[in-house]
């Protein structure tokens, strides 16, 4: 059983990131391996932002994130695209934390217009890098969002999707299992 945190930085107000994000979690909810954390977070207190310096490590927000993804083996984002990156909330919980990522796996959901979020997520690549966070080759990606989901907010390609969520979550449980053995055989020190 491994411990996954599934980030979601989807918009409050938008339908299209909703629907995203509850097929996705459908997805994971389904695979016995997987035990699932929800991080929402347009939905939870996030650490107050101060131009020019990382968020405080003794904000009560900032201790609360680092718990939950100190927790766990894994990750998995989902995020828009908005002006060819990823949106700033999703910023500002990646730099709140700092040692908790280190040795895991992540990886990607994304949606958007042209590019489905595509370029989001080569910006996080390389800001999770920096993290020693190992990120996933397979990414899901919903290009033109809006048209990919019928009134129900089922999508309307589900054996596509479907088939690249299980490579995405394949990989994770991969990866996932074999860097927890990993941390547990040798700690990783950064
Ligand atoms: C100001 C703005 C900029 C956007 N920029 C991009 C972009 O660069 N690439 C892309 O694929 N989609 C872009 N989009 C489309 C959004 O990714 C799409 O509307 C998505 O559903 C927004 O997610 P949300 O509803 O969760 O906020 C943009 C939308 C807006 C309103």
């Known amino acids: 059983m491994l411990d996954i945190a599934v980030i979601a ?49 003794t904000d009560p927000a900032t201790r609360e994130l680092a718990a939950r993804i100190g927790a766990a083996d894994g990750f998995v984002v989902i995020t828009p695209e908005y002006n060819h990156a990823y949106p700033a909330v999703l910023k500002l919980a990646v730099d709140a934390v700092r040692r908790e990522w280190a040795a895991k796996p992540a990886g990607f959901v994304s949606y958007g217009g042209q590019s489905g979020g595509l370029r989001a997520v080569e910006q996080l690549r390389l800001v999770f890098a920096e993290l020693h966070v190992v990120s996933l080759r397979d990414t899901v990606s919903f290009h033109r969002v809006e048209g990919r989901f019928d009134e129900d907010g089922e999508p309307l390609d589900p054996a596509g999707v479907n088939g690249a969520a299980k490579v995405l979550l394949d990989q994770l449980i991969w990866w996932g299992t074999a860097l927890r053995e990993a941390r547990e055989a040798r700690p990783y020190s950064l």
């Open 9 to 57: 930085a989807t918009s409050p107000q938008g339908r299209s990131g909703a629907n995203v994000s509850r097929w996705f979690l459908g997805q994971a909810g389904r695979r016995a391996d997987l035990r699932l954390d929800v991080i929402d977070l347009n939905r939870i207190p996030l650490p107050p932002f101060h131009p020019g310096r990382p968020p405080s490590e």
